[in-house]
């Protein structure tokens, strides 16, 4: 069984510790170079949450992602990453700000549960925390191989930046998207299985369930309550 939960970074300095290590770890043992969203200077931003997967039996996180919201002073993981290459990412950013924007950014499983679906599971939870932080619009960045998982869960490619949406980031080895859900409260892009799953956990942000991944079923107990 896994642990899911949620919370805000400025709250718990030491999961955010855990969390950080974790991520720079993964990003070493595949070869990945040190990407934005990997330095470890969102831990004081009050304006960012965590969502971390843990081992239930000993409490290990094997697994994290993070929700970080827009407030007009702290750029965005992916205006740092993007706008060397493409300025018009500052603009895409300012043109949904007022409703409130922000992006799901960090993502990170350990080796130990490759293949299981705990990135999945974190991804669909994270979505489902955006109508406790109130904004509409969710944004990201995705290599090749993540682009079905985000796709399922709603995010559509933006073709205006790079080349028809295409970036060479953090290298040239490298081809990733700027993605985005228009609308994170309705999930309407989302594939039905996923808008379902997490309209679930909305409903019920404390909750155990059965999950399905590549290698089976697991369960996984969540407690996405945000205390704000």
Same mark, same amino acid.
């Given at each position: 069984?896994?642990?899911?939960?949620?919370f805000k970074a400025i709250d718990n300095p030491t999961l955010c510790d855990e969390y950080i290590e974790g991520h720079i770890t993964v990003l070493k043992e595949y070869g990945v170079p040190m990407v934005t969203s990997g330095k470890p200077i969102w831990n004081t931003n009050p304006n960012v949450y965590c969502v971390i997967a843990q081992r239930s039996d000993n409490g290990k996180m094997i697994g994290g992602i993070r929700l970080q919201i827009a407030d007009g002073i702290t750029l965005l993981p992916v205006?740092?990453?993007?706008?060397?290459?493409d300025k018009g990412i500052h603009e895409m950013v300012k043109e949904y700000f007022d409703e409130?924007?922000?992006e799901l950014c960090g993502l990170w499983n350990s080796k130990e549960v490759a293949g299981? +679906? !705990?990135s999945f599971i974190l991804v669909r939870a994270a979505i489902s925390i955006v109508n406790q932080l109130?904004?509409?619009? #969710?944004?990201g960045i995705c290599a090749e191989y993540s682009l079905q998982m985000?796709?399922?869960?709603?995010?559509?490619?933006?073709k205006s930046l790079g080349e028809n949406g295409e970036f060479p980031y953090p290298t040239d080895e490298y081809i990733t998207r700027v993605? +985005? !859900?228009?609308n994170a409260y309705t999930l309407e892009t989302a594939y039905s299985y996923d808008k379902e799953r997490m309209l679930g #956990?909305?409903?019920n942000v404390v909750q155990q369930r059965e999950e399905t991944g590549k290698k089976g079923v697991f369960s996984v107990d969540y407690n996405l309550n945000i205390k704000r």
């Open positions: 069984m896994y642990k899911v939960t949620a205006e740092e990453a993007i706008s060397p290459l409130g924007v922000g299981v +679906g !705990i109130q904004f509409k619009t #969710l944004m985000f796709t399922n869960v709603g995010f559509v490619i933006d993605l +985005g !859900i228009m #956990l909305r409903k």
